[in-house]
């Protein structure tokens, strides 16, 4: 599974001057719900994320994802495993919750899934919300890594800025690490040939 190739496909990938929600430029960006647009094609990507869970030998019940982001991402893994799939929402209180009724047994293993793990702060506190309903987080998964946490089977390490527990494996399909710039380093900007735009406002 080439995973960049995949979101290069889907223009997923975007590539060009982009102001990001910290402030910051890059020459690329992700825009994760564009690889999940063919259901066809997010179950090749999630079939793939499967493959390497099951052959680490993580025993999985129940995918949940953080909504909005990972909905679509958890429910096609949760089809490519078999098991159930469910979802923690914004509490409004900085956190993350249960609701709709969906109900989580005392040890059942869960993984936690998104479409793409930057930091990771999304994913932990969706497994903070299972954990205080006496579930068992097994693992974290997202189709693509921003390279800021380890997954298995990558040489890149985490980073201070990673918020994902280092004792859970993380299984990603690959690391995009992207060059980020603050506004008076970026030299797309000293080139003078274009300005930075916020990711989707233009095409
Ligand atoms: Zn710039």
Known sequence: MNVEQAYKEANALLEGHFLLASGNHSNRYLQSAKVLEYPKKAAELTDALAVMIREAGIEVETVCA???????AGYELARSLDVRSIFVEKDGKGGMELRRGFEIAQGEKVIICEDIITTGSSALKAAKAIEELGGNVVAFASLANRGFCHREG??????????????????????????????EECPMCKSGESEAVKPGSKG
Do not use: M, N
Not at 66 to 72: D, E, S
């Open 66 to 72: 953080p909504a909005l982001g990972g909905v679509l």
């Open 154 to 183: 990558s040489d890149i390490k985490a980073k201070p800025e990673c918020q994902l527990p280092s004792d859970v494996p993380f299984f990603s399909l690959g690391d995009f690490t992207f060059e980020i710039y603050t506004p």
